[in-house]
Structure formats: C-alpha cells, structure tokens
C-alpha cells in the first residue's frame, strides 16, 4: 500500500496544529500499511514553509521515512492536464467560490491517483471533487 501525502500533512506537524497528533498517529497506522511518498510538488511546497531548509526538509523525510516520488510517469502528466481543463472550465463558467486553485494541486492528486493507492490529505473536498475515484485515507 503506497500512500501519497498532501503538504498540509507535514505542515501541520510542523506548526504543531491541534490535529498534529493525530496526523502522527494516522501517520504511523499509514506507514505500517506501506510506502509513505510525496510528489514532486509537495517537495518543492515544502521549501517554502518558514525557516524549513533543506537540511531540515531531507532530515525529516529520512527520519520519518517518507519517499520523495521523483519519477513521475507521463500518465499522471496527462491526468494532470485532463483534470486542470476541467477545473479551469467549470471555473470560468459559475462564480468563483473560493481561492483559484494552483497546477501543483491537480499534479499532487494525479501522482496519487497513478503512482500511489490512496492519499492523505487535510483538504478532502480539493481531491474528491476533481479527483472522485482516488481514495481518501
């Protein structure tokens, strides 16, 4: 079982938020089921959490054994594209409800859907709407 993370996830474990615990606790229960991975993306986000380096971000990911999935097939490529024409259509045709969402979104939940089998996330309604089939742990 190979479960992609969202960066909300170690973010909030950073800035030690109410829910940190149980996102160590989910963690763990996680990493016993298999691989923990992120995306490319989520690698890059992190960098801009403040005073994260990369010393700290490469220490963290071997502490806690999380995998930086660099290698990202074409198929979560085209599943990015598909999946951000449609959130740009829907977009331009009702009233924008919310912040515009960025491309690293709709790639963080492509590399789960193709390269992972479920992904963790703080933000479920950002990856059941544009991603339904991808299963939400």
């Given at each position: 079982?190979?479960?992609?993370?969202?960066?909300?996830?170690?973010?909030?474990?950073?800035?030690?938020?109410?829910?940190?615990?149980?996102?160590?606790?989910?963690?763990?229960?996680?990493?016993?089921?298999?691989?923990?991975?992120?995306?490319?993306?989520?690698?890059?986000?992190?960098?801009?959490?403040?005073?994260?380096?990369?010393?700290?971000?490469?220490?963290?990911?071997?502490?806690?054994?999380?995998?930086?999935?660099?290698?990202l097939e074409e198929a979560v490529w085209v599943e990015t594209g598909r999946r951000f024409a449609l959130y740009a259509t829907?977009?331009?045709?009702?009233?924008?409800?919310?912040?515009?969402?960025?491309?690293?979104?709709?790639?963080?939940?492509?590399?789960?859907?193709?390269?992972?089998?479920?992904?963790?996330?703080?933000?479920?309604?950002?990856?059941?709407?544009?991603?339904?089939?991808?299963?939400?742990?």
């Open positions: 079982m190979r479960t992609a993370l969202d960066t909300n996830v170690i973010s909030s474990i950073w800035s030690a938020e109410p829910t940190a615990q149980d996102v160590i606790s989910k963690l763990a229960m996680a990493r016993l089921d298999g691989a923990l991975l992120i995306s490319p993306p989520v690698f890059a986000e992190l960098h801009a959490y403040p005073g994260a380096t990369e010393a700290f971000i490469s220490q963290f990911l071997s502490v806690t054994g999380i995998i930086v999935d660099f290698r829907r977009r331009r045709l009702s009233v924008p409800t919310g912040p515009r969402r960025q491309i690293a979104d709709f790639m963080i939940g492509a590399h789960a859907l193709v390269q992972a089998d479920r992904i963790f996330t703080l933000d479920p309604k950002v990856y059941t709407q544009d991603f339904p089939e991808i299963v939400l742990y």
